[in-house]
């Protein structure tokens, strides 16, 4: 099927439950990206900051691309002009680079703290106490050009439902929890980031308002990332 097809079939089916779609265009070619845009999708995720950067200026400048794999330190001032949200936040010390490359840019750049609910050791990630510790430090109270608007996870890679449903479910729990002993007053604490094309509709019954597609828009990628 046709990357339009596909994309409108998805649009169709998540319209009514209010879920963002994050068209996840990592390896693709900027004509593949081009053919989802002109079918109105705006948004994208890379999870490599070189091919984000390379495909910003090729592509139409109304994109609001998303930043949505591990990010290091010293490349975060490459993406700061003009990423639109760092779905990948796994550390302090990242926030911290953040925070000051969005300030040269007189910026506020949103961001989402990425929360190690899967089984795998491989998967980046926060654990709930990380977080808290986090937003309890003197550091990030201070920090005046970032904003952190949610949660983003990755399951386990498995055909386990159940397990998934368990670990989306804990997420969305831990997302509650926090907005309400730190984000109270502060509405924009509202971005939950989980489901990807393997088990989106999973993530969606479990609370997801935002999803990250990539092969179920685009077809399988080559090599596997
Ligand atoms: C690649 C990737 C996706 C999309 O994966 P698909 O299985 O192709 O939908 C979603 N989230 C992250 C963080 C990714 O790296």
Same mark, same amino acid.
């Given at each position: 099927?046709?990357?339009?097809?596909?994309?409108?079939?998805?649009?169709?089916?998540?319209?009514?439950?209010?879920?963002?779609?994050?068209?996840? $265009?990592?390896?693709?070619?900027? !004509?593949?990206? @081009?053919? +989802?845009?002109?079918?109105?999708?705006? *948004?994208?995720?890379?999870? &490599?900051?070189?091919?984000?950067?390379?495909?910003?200026?090729?592509?139409?400048?109304?994109?609001?691309?998303?930043?949505?794999?591990?990010?290091?330190?010293?490349?975060?001032?490459?993406?700061?002009?003009?990423?639109?949200?760092?779905?990948?936040?796994? $550390?302090?010390?990242?926030?911290? !680079?953040?925070? @000051?490359? +969005?300030?040269?840019?007189?910026?506020? *750049?949103?961001?989402?703290? &990425?929360?190690?609910?899967?089984?795998?050791?491989?998967?980046?990630?926060?654990?709930?106490?990380?977080?808290?510790?986090?937003?309890?430090?003197?550091?990030?109270?201070?920090?005046?050009?970032?904003?952190?608007?949610?949660?983003?996870?990755?399951?386990?890679?498995?055909?386990?439902?159940?397990?998934?449903?368990?670990?989306?479910?804990?997420?969305?729990?831990?997302?509650?929890?926090?907005?309400?002993?730190?984000?109270?007053?502060?509405?924009?604490?509202?971005?939950?980031?989980?489901?990807?094309?393997?088990?989106?509709?999973?993530?969606?019954?479990?609370?997801?308002?935002?999803?990250?597609?990539?092969?179920?828009?685009?077809?399988?990628?080559?090599?596997?990332?």
């Amino acid at each position: 099927m046709s990357i339009e097809t596909n994309l409108l079939e998805i649009k169709n089916e998540i319209e009514q439950v209010q879920v963002t779609l994050v068209a996840v $265009s990592k390896t693709k070619s900027v !004509e593949e990206i @081009k053919e +989802a845009y002109d079918a109105g999708q705006r *948004i994208f995720g890379e999870n &490599q900051v070189q091919e984000l950067v390379e495909k910003h200026p090729a592509l139409p400048q109304d994109i609001f691309w998303h930043m949505i794999g591990h990010l290091q330190t010293n490349k975060v001032k490459y993406i700061a002009p003009f990423v639109h949200l760092i779905q990948s936040v796994d $550390s302090l010390k990242l926030l911290k !680079e953040i925070d @000051k490359n +969005a300030k040269k840019h007189n910026r506020v *750049i949103d961001c989402l703290l &990425q929360i190690h609910i899967a089984e795998e050791e491989s998967k980046f990630g926060l654990s709930h106490e990380e977080v808290i510790e986090l937003l309890r430090s003197g550091d990030y109270q201070q920090m005046q050009n970032i904003r952190i608007v949610g949660l983003m996870g990755i399951a386990t890679n498995t055909e386990n439902g159940k397990v998934i449903k368990e670990e989306f479910y804990e997420l969305k729990t831990f997302f509650d929890g926090l907005k309400i002993s730190f984000f109270k007053e502060k509405d924009y604490f509202n971005i939950l980031s989980m489901g990807m094309s393997s088990d989106y509709r999973l993530a969606i019954t479990q609370g997801s308002n935002m999803i990250r597609l990539g092969s179920g828009i685009f077809g399988s990628r080559a090599n596997k990332q």
